[in-house]
């Protein structure tokens, strides 16, 4: 038998407090005294995610109609504050006095980019082994011309999901005028499982849910996402939900502090009492990849309930008509929960039978349930079939498209939604290449492009040999990281658009330029004066966003005036795509993303500044499934647990997260307070039984060994220290990036191929 792994919330170890509170105060000034931010920046706070301002720069959380005074976060303010540094890496750091990019190798992430803003165009010398000082205009004509002469199918155009959908959709232009899809982007590492897994269920890429759908829900079942520290503006909805009496069931392998308790920060009266709201009503700690049991544990607890229901004839549990008017699959499924056996489910999941008949109970006894997710559902090999286990929990009780209800995938960069929805895609049927053959009269290539898995295999293969990244820090973001950084500095050129120095930037090609760029609460002064600029969030809701900030340096261009100064080099003249009447007014871009997606960016240029963003609509929350069979499908789960992935003694799974002090491979510094973990990153958690069964002790320095049945090839990370954590037996813990080196590249989701971060087949030994 498992253990019982429903908690109670005061039994709890490192939990130094609620999430929110005045910890989150000390978090922001922490960060406000390490960059000496300019004394304007709290006016940047000021002005955050409101119409006319700023779209907080951090995750992809939709913002309020109705905003208070400060709508901002602790890690969106300091995520601001980080770009408002005063600190600037002029080409000085890099002149004979300063470092060169051998040496800058030894850095830490946090110190690279505690350098400060990138201020100058640079180019890599490799003679001095530094970079130096270029003049625009030339780097634009040496980019252009080096491009030009490489084979289409070999250079890349990455973006991390940061840039405005104007930009966006130009650099996507870029690549398809220039002769290729290669637009892979952020999310193939990401939620890719969601917009291949999801759209596979209900016919949609994106979360059906609205804050009309949060305010109405009774209940929401909580997969795998760290609101307290990577989108702790939800913790206001959550707690709103108990404040109404509802309830939270969450599944984790890790207490997560957010999903514990929180004090709201702007609630005057709550900070000075420290009166804190219990979040969630039932904490299950499963496995690392046990939620295809869980959830159908779950769906046969519901099941049994309808059949005991439906015997008496007095209601049913089951939404029968909805299931027969909207999906498929349903009998084949119900036989599956009926056969399963709860000593299979207990195995797999790490969860009693008793607790998740708890949790089950919550389920059929709310009207109304939302079901939420995050990187601990969509990094997996099995992540598509999670997404399609939840979908199947959802929809046995009509769980999706009706108020209150719906499925909430918790998307992690400001615009990665909408850099899909304008046409950074790689998959060329997501894109209406038609349109745009009328629109800019060329033939834009129908080949699929790159995914970021084939790009980094065409990096190691030595095949890829010029890559553009708008933004990002893709050498430190990807599985096998160490292979990577040879391919990455083998291509012929490297062209990264960034506001700060990252280790992709120490691994140059033959030649390789640094653009730096302005951002987001920055002024972007063209001919037509400031211009705004649009992100789409995670319930697809457009906003426009307008700088207010002094550029960080004199030199800096913005994202789109690189995209159009690099496509002007490098492609042949073409009278209709035109890039400096673009670039003077971007609104005319606009009218280009209404021409091509006329659907869903109806009236964009008057809808922009509507207070909490303009709707782009949803089909699947109107209960329109743009499936095969134009209906849901419910999903049998093939089988229980990870797919490829085999237990075996000593072989443990990793989980790679995030601390609450860093954004992606930006690391603000080394507290990751709510799990009682300062000063280092360089850890591993793990539960005290598998450590005294390990032979190890809390304390002992150990490293990390991949035990990967897929290749030979060998990957270690050492140095790491073992701590004692509450963790179900065979899951440990580390951070992302530090972990990377020990992702194998062909270790990933199924169906959408994201790397399953979460799941890595590791063994310990004593260093
Ligand atoms: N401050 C801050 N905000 C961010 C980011 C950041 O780095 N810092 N990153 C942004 C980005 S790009 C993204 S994608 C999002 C990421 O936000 P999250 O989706 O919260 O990502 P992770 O930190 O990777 O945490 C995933 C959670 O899944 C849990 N988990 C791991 N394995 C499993 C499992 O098998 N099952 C279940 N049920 N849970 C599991 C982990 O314990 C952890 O709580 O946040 C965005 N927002
Ligand atoms: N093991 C493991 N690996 C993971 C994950 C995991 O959970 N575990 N998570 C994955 C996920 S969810 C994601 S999204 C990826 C993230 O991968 P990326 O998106 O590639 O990485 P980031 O760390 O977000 O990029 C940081 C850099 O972006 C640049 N930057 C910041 N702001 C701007 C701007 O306004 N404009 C421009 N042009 N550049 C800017 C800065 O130079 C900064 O150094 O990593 C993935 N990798
Ligand atoms: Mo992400």
Redesign the pocket.
């Known amino acids: 038998m498992a253990d019982d792994t429903a908690k109670s919330t005061d039994d709890l170890p490192h939990s130094p407090g609620p999430a929110g509170g005045w910890g989150s105060m000390k978090g922001i000034a922490s960060i406000y005294g390490e960059t000496w931010a300019s004394p304007g920046a709290l006016d940047g706070l000021r002005r955050l995610n409101k119409p006319k301002g700023v779209m907080c720069?951090s995750c992809a959380w939709p913002k309020p109609a109705n905003y208070s005074a400060f709508e901002f976060c602790e890690n969106g303010a300091k995520a601001t504050l980080w770009?408002l540094t005063k600190d600037r890496c002029t080409p000085d750091f890099f002149s004979a006095d300063g470092h060169t990019v051998t040496e800058l190798r030894d850095w830490s992430d946090h110190e690279?980019?505690k350098s400060g803003r990138?201020t100058h165009p640079m180019k890599y010398d490799a003679a001095s082994d530094r970079y130096v000082p270029i003049d625009w205009g030339d780097a634009f004509a040496q980019i252009g011309a080096t491009l030009r002469d490489l084979p289409r199918d070999d250079v890349v155009f990455?973006a991390?999901?940061?840039?405005g959908l104007e930009a966006s959709y130009l650099y996507a232009l870029l690549a398809r005028a220039y002769g290729n899809n290669n637009l892979p982007q952020?999310?193939n590492?990401?939620?890719e499982t969601t917009s291949v897994g999801l759209t596979k269920v209900i016919g949609s890429p994106v979360g059906t849910v609205t804050f009309d759908d949060l305010a109405e829900t009774d209940c929401y079942f909580y997969f795998g996402q760290n609101p307290g520290t990577n989108s702790p503006r939800f913790l206001h909805n959550l707690k709103d939900l108990k404040d109404r009496g509802g309830k939270i069931v969450t599944f984790n392998p890790v207490i997560e502090q957010g999903l514990v308790s929180f004090v709201d920060p702007q609630n005057p009266l709550a900070m000075l009492t420290g009166k804190e709201t219990i979040i969630s009503d039932q904490y299950h700690q499963l496995k690392a990849g046990g939620d295809v049991a869980a959830i159908l544990g779950l769906c046969k607890v519901v099941v049994e309930a309808d059949d005991a229901a439906q015997a008496t004839e007095t209601h049913e549990v089951i939404d029968h008509d909805f299931i027969k008017q909207h999906t498929t699959g349903f009998d084949e499924f119900i036989a599956c929960c009926r056969d399963a056996k709860w000593a299979d489910i207990e195995q797999a999941s790490g969860l009693t039978e008793a607790a998740l008949r708890d949790a089950a109970q919550v389920y059929i006894d709310a009207d109304k349930t939302i079901g939420v997710y995050g990187?601990g559902f969509?990094?997996h090999t099995h992540g598509a079939l999670n997404i399609a286990m939840m979908v199947n929990l959802l929809l046995l009780k009509g769980n999706i498209g009706r108020p209150g209800t719906g499925c909430c995938p918790v998307r992690?960069?400001s615009n990665?939604q909408g850099q899909r929805t304008v046409g950074i895609a790689e998959k060329a049927h997501l894109v209406p290449l038609d349109r745009l053959k009328e629109l800019f009269d060329f033939n834009p290539p129908s080949k699929d492009g790159m995914h970021i898995v084939d790009a980094v295999q065409g990096l190691i293969e030595g095949r890829v040999r010029g890559f553009v990244?708008?933004?990002?820090?893709?050498v430190?973001?990807?599985?096998d990281q160490k292979r990577m950084e040879e391919g990455w500095a083998s291509q012929d050129i490297t062209v990264?658009?960034?506001?700060?120095?990252?280790r992709?930037h120490l691994y140059p090609g033959k030649s390789a330029y640094i653009l730096p760029?302005?951002?987001?609460s920055e002024m972007d002064e063209q001919a037509t004066g400031n211009q705004a600029v649009t992100s789409e969030d995670s319930f697809s809701m457009i906003n426009g966003s307008i700088g207010h900030r002094p550029p960080a340096s004199p030199h800096l261009k913005s994202?789109l005036e690189i995209v159009a100064g690099i496509a002007k080099a490098t492609l042949d003249p073409n009278p209709k795509l035109k890039w400096d009447e673009w670039t003077a007014d971007y609104s005319l871009v606009r009218d280009l993303i209404e021409a091509t997606y006329p659907d869903d960016f109806r009236d964009f240029n008057k809808r922009m500044f509507q207070p909490g963003g303009f709707w782009r609509g949803n089909p699947a929350a109107e209960r329109i499934w743009k499936t095969d069979s134009g209906k849901a499908v419910i999903t049998t789960p093939p089988q229980l647990d990870s797919l490829g992935f085999k237990d075996k003694p000593g072989r443990y799974r990793l989980l790679?997260?995030?601390s609450n002090d860093q954004?992606?491979?930006?690391i603000y510094g080394y507290s990751d307070r709510f799990r009682g973990i300062e000063g280092t990153r360089d850890v591993v958690l793990m539960n005290p039984d598998d450590i005294a069964e390990a032979g190890l002790s809390d304390g002992d320095s150990v490293r990390l060994v991949t035990d990967y049945d897929g290749d030979d090839i060998e990957r270690h990370l050492g140095g790491l220290k073992l701590v004692a954590y509450k963790l179900p037996r065979g899951t440990i813990a580390g951070y992302?990036?530090e972990?990377?080196v020990?992702?194998p590249i062909t270790h990933h989701d199924q169906i959408s191929k994201t790397?399953a971060?979460?799941s890595?087949p590791v063994r310990i030994e004593a260093a």
């Open positions: 720069v770009e690279l980019e990138l990455y991390s999901g940061h840039a952020s999310s590492m990401c939620h990187m969509t990094q992690g960069h990665v990244s708008l933004g990002g820090n893709l430190r973001a990807v599985p990264m658009v960034s506001t700060k120095l990252n992709s760029c302005l951002g987001r994202e790679t997260m995030r954004f992606n491979t930006t992302y990036p972990c990377n020990l992702v790397p971060s979460k890595i």
